[in-house]
């Protein structure tokens, strides 16, 4: 995949603590100095817009894009008739303001992962393909991947710094 900032998959079943791993890990690559964006995907019907608010009135009226702005932030709400692939939405994000993009779910797609396994999941380790880096769980395993402790933050923002590192020098070899 061809994006100015690297990506980096968490992927897991669901109910294997993705969001939160994410909401813990986000304040302390932040605190390094990392800036992050994170790419959630829903397999639900999400609307960000509030109906009857002017910019969902403006979607609804048909335009094929909607941008919402106020002084501190804006968001592109975008209607598609295809689903959209991960590599449109990583090209989104401006390198100025992004280092690392975190890619929640998108479990299929050739990217890096880290993935999330409790021992007390109903469902066994998934299969681990060429793409999963390391394996962050609550219990020992036998694996020729990067085995990390789920809840040790730190452990896992050090592997993330060191995956970037090595991004970015693989960059500066092509």
């Not at 509030?50 to 979607?59: E, I, N, Q």
């Not at 295809?82 to 929640?104: G, H, K, M, R």
């Amino acid at each position: 995949m061809n994006t100015p900032v690297p990506l980096l998959g968490i992927t897991g079943y669901s109910g294997s603590g993705k969001t939160t791993l994410l909401e813990k890990l986000l304040p302390e690559l932040i605190s390094r100095g990392i800036r992050i964006s994170v790419i959630k995907h829903s397999h639900h019907n999400t609307q960000v817009d509030k109906a009857g608010k002017d910019s969902w009135r403006m979607k609804e009226a048909g335009s094929a894009q909607v941008i919402l702005a106020c002084d501190d932030r804006w968001a592109m709400m975008t209607e598609t008739l295809e689903p959209t692939s991960l590599n449109y939405l990583a090209q989104q994000f401006d390198p100025q303001l992004t280092d690392l993009v975190l890619v929640e779910g998108f479990k299929q797609e050739p990217i890096p992962k880290i993935l999330l396994h409790r021992q007390e999941m109903p469902k066994p380790l998934p299969e681990i393909d060429e793409n999963v880096l390391a394996i962050a769980t609550n219990y020992s395993l036998e694996t020729d991947r990067t085995l990390l402790d789920i809840n040790h933050i730190p452990q896992i923002a050090d592997f993330i710094e060191q995956f970037l590192l090595k991004w970015h020098n693989t960059i500066k070899t092509k």
